[in-house]
Nanobody, 121 residues
Framework: QVQLVESGGGLVQAGGSLRLSCAASGRTFTNVDMGWYRQAPGKEREFVAMTRWSWRGYNSDYADSVNDRYTISRDNARNAVYLEMNSLRREDTATYYC????????????WGQGTPVTGST
């Protein structure tokens, strides 16, 4: 059973930084995509960042709204993925969810319970 546990959210002033962590368990995570989504109050869940696995290695991509401010990283030895968030803005306020995507005949998505991030002015 795959489990994802996020941590690191909180209240931060505009321009500040936070580092989110996601601890994964229940399978091997070296050959899967790992990333982050977020959902602001009253809005749909949206993509934030992802490290994507392929036979050539890992590649990261970001939503335009966070590019150059956020950095995603993963530690396969710890089965963890991280999100370093800098220059936070009020509009970054959301619950951030860890996501693991397993490719195959049927794609399977796993989600954490979410960690709230609140940007204040």
């Amino acid at each position: 059973q795959v489990q994802l546990v996020e941590s690191g959210g909180g209240l931060v002033q505009a321009g500040g930084s936070l580092r989110l962590s996601c601890a994964a368990s229940g399978r091997t995570f070296t050959n899967v995509d790992m990333g982050w989504y977020r959902q602001a109050p009253g809005k749909e869940r949206e993509f934030v960042a992802m490290t994507r696995w392929s036979w050539r290695g890992y590649n990261s991509d970001y939503a335009d709204s966070v590019n150059d401010r956020y950095t995603i990283s993963r530690d396969n030895a710890r089965n963890a993925v991280y999100l370093e968030m800098n220059s936070l803005r009020r509009e970054d306020t959301a619950t951030y969810y860890c996501n693991v995507r397993v490719a195959g005949p049927i794609r399977v998505d796993y989600w954490g319970q979410g960690t709230p991030v609140t940007g204040s002015t």
